[in-house]
């Protein structure tokens, strides 16, 4: 009998069912258990309570959307391997685990690489300990994988990442602006000339998830008061660096580095700054106050740069910019029944190029509240 | 022009709008910003991932249904003079802001009082720095207040409290067999002699609370692994209390106890045990690392108490009840059309007496897993 | 290629998907298609206004759960043919074919067989027109197939048939009581000994879902004011009949009698009453325009029976009982890891043999509203 | 003690809750009850089978959603008198009470003159019987009545009808893509020199609501498959007519006109067709049956006109259009905390002229399936 482990997710109300010895065995792994104390929006929490939620139950639930859409495409006649399923599964539940504590505000400052290199770094780890179960997920993660779309679901403009974590962080924040028709986007999916497009049905899904990244983009993720919190974080590290510049300080050269660094979470960045409220440089202790007590600086944003700002440990300036799609990026394409392949650009009435190109930026200038 | 403040709040598909400016203060207290880092449920994240909910959405929850309680019965005529109203409400904001980090799990451990003492404790010391604007929470929170049933709504059988942990615990994990109308439950409240009653229609309702409760009890808040997590935490409190009788210790009746205590939260425990892992005591060291990496022990439930069992850090036994419905605290009463009022036990045609009065009574046995 | 339907379904948030070509030939039968007129809940919405759903989305949904059942256990090991797939598949598609207008209401009065009876003769008429593709079905659905567990998916305590009708109707109603954990309890099924059980883990699952029916019974099924209606309904049909024997009667021996039942539906029924308004006979009329502009009889309930009640055509009296579980069927079974199946009422701490046959016998008298 | 209705309403999880004597005696209005007996969204249910919802409950949807709004605009010191709250919920209670059976199909056929007019009628008709009582709600309805924004509530593109449509469609139909952040939106109204405005903060609900609107309505409201349904009712009543030119017609100068008008609805429409089945007539005969059976024409959409095709009752062409937002219509308001008050042209990052003002113009061609 092989034993089979049922996960709550309260986001596709139900559960994830994992009965692959590998993936079980993956996911009880140190580097990924650690990702129950990161949470997945950082700071977010301070402005939307409910959006505890960490990296841990987006990985699993990456994985969950990434076995339906394994199975539609079987279904529609892809041809796809056992050992390719494992792979593209692999790939999608490992693809964040080398994030480390509040990774998109300290990513640049804690350790010298992006997350991408450090999660490599692991897999490979992971990949050495188990005997090579690893070599098809990294290859597929690292798109060397000669089936490409199997690297599209995992990393693409309409990958199962963004797929879960849109569905997530609408879920536990709250913001219904965010919710996406998932499983009819899944089931929409296929595969043609070895890309991954959406049958023509489902069109209206697809601009609906365009439209919804976009609004979760300037009302969560972009948020003033979270963009406020950040800064507050950022300050905090910065001047504790500058009195000591071991603190929180990783070298990816040195020995033990990848063991050391799975270490630490986001809870012993809080209880730092805890502790940092008795520092005797009162600039650390009084940031380190404001954050503990949520007295976040105060924000503006402008469509204009802000000229002539005062810049210290309590005030500074900043640039925002969201396009809701990336043409840089590989278009999202629709198959019609016809056989035509055209991108999301050319195929929908609403979203046309004007739109999608459509850049929008932000200038903000945080700066203490009146005392 | 008045602030108003919103908050979102995923549990009741919208948000809390809070514009009272003394009820906005005491949220902005550090004592009650605390518990955004002391999730609600202790270590059942380590079953259910999404259960990463904190204390500080439960208080703000259950302000968020009494202020809808409170309107259905003013509008059904019952007299709520606007004092109590906002006694009511930061009663019931204030009623959890005493607990300590894992509180149901190491309450006894870390300090020598139940938490509602340092509840009261910690209403005190704000209503001292607010100039006695908790006065009326204060007497109904220790049920000192004349209208018996606004204690009620703070705690009882169908308390504010209860209604919002059910429906906030079954969303968070995802166990829709928590799921109660809350709406439906509250819009039937109403006071007959100075006690909050059931209006006849709520009757199916009520039924479906208390058995929610139960379900919610032995899915949930007991679940074999939770008690399993809770017992491997107590063994490593109780192993580093050992070798330095002063971690982790607060003394109520030393200068300072209430702002030191307040400092502490989940981070520090979960730091402290992370830190513990490299600690030369083996035991210490070894149960540190299982709960790091979630090496559980195993666990056996039984209606039949263990003997004979070995115990140690790492093995032992426990015995846990639930009886669905107490006796022994005030019944949930119901209010007929006709002016009668029954005791839900007599008025209830599935729930009688036989039913609610049953106590489960489970005894469990853990121990390490198979080496 | 291969066609493939997909039908929306509020429900289950999402849809289902169909590419089976008999399937779907059997979707496009005119008997079939006629389930779109005929509401699953009958006079129901004149309480619930939202309950206008009809039995085609619940055949439809029942066929949704049944390939998810039988995906679950195929998983687990039980041997099903593709045919067995197939034949279970459509008969649970066609289980409540058979049903006529307000068919729990008029079930009686309309023609002289259950509507199980009509169900199979429409089933063997399909079966002739499509060459016999629906002969394990019939099989199944009659339990005259060998494997018995087929048929229990089909028809027993714990059903797909229950499971949809159940969620569906809490759904629709809006009443929460009802929200049962269908993923859950469908992913738990087993077979054991050609018996369909349920994993140990889906235990209080299942105890949510026997809760779950009960309560719904008697907030829904057997709401006073459709009990009302029904009765009024009744009596507008009976009255109808005395002055007119042929109207709405339908003789199962008359040749066309399939196809003649096969046109009447909802429809006619409440057309039949908006015409009977103006009737010269008074007592039909008065009960027509009572329904159309919904003036219901006043009706109350009582644990005893009324005695010396005056019955009329808007006066009567009538009995009610449910007992939430039935001995009688073939008990819910548990199938534990050890290979021991125990029946839910020894399986259950909550659950026991005194709650689960208990009987709640109603009585109730309708008479005018107070004029 | 007053009497108090509550309604059950799956769409606000919850229910109405009524306890005006005199709006509870409109709803019992045999004018209101009928509008039990027609679906909301037409013959929407052949393609989502969930959309049997009727006017009727989206009519008390839009009552709930008017209290909310009014209750929130008294809270921020809107001036809005007793009778004018009475006048403002009437209104949109009643603001559809005009529709005929498949209202927006057959508008134009049964009845000559639009519905708003017969709604106004109607109104007029049941202020009569009532004294008087409709007064201030049909100055309202009608705009004439000197406070704006109470006409703006029930009619504008911001309005309580369309905020409970586009939130009930969607939960009916199950297409996400419609879901708006329905309390929010209500939340964040307010008013402005007597214009109906939305606070800033609630600048990406209302993007959102326009983005939904417009994915509604290609995705459900213009949907292929029911214009071509609608196409082919319109056929069948053209055919009627021609044979029987009385059949449904209904002239509003002739004396009774509006109690006979109000006898009609969908189910006396559909038993007709099924009626006109075994008409002698072939074309009406073929017709109907391909309704009854839902075999309905095929149809595709184009960009450009279709020239040169034949037209007949089985095949035809017409033209869909849609903006997403109406210049003509007043422009919705942003008010900012500095004063400022803006048209969501200029107010809104994402959504300016370009995008607002585009026009989807689609043709289409019925005809009939492969033979």
Redesign the interface.
Known sequence: MTKRK??????Y???L?V?DPVILQVI?H?YF??Q??I?QLGLT??????A???R??HM?GALNLMKRALDVLKLKGVEITDDECRGAKLAILLHDIGHGPFSHTSERVLVDVPHEEITLLMMQRINEEMGGVLNTAIAIFSNTYHKHFLHQLVSSQLDMDRLDYLGRDS???????G???T??II?MLNVHDDELVVDE?GI??V??FI?SR??MY??VYMHKTVIAADQLLLSILRRARELDPTVFHFDTSSPGFLDRFA?VD???I??AV?HWQHSDDEILSTLCRNM???RLPAIRFSNEPFVDVHTSYFEGTGKLANR?YDFNDQEIKVLYKDGRCLPISEAS??L?R??LE?Q?TKYYHYFPKEQ
């Open positions: 049922i996960i709550n997710d309260p986001v109300d139900g559960f069912s009965d009880e140190p258990q650690r129950r104390r949470k929490y301070l402005v939307y309570p409910g505890m939620h960490t841990f139950s699993l879920f536990f924040t709250g913001v219904s602006e919710i996406v028709g499983d009819r089931s049905k209206y899904s601009e609906k439209i976009r609004l300037w009302q270490e986001d809870d012993d809080m209880v805890k503990v007590n949520r809701s009435d609403q046309d004007h739109f459509k929008v």
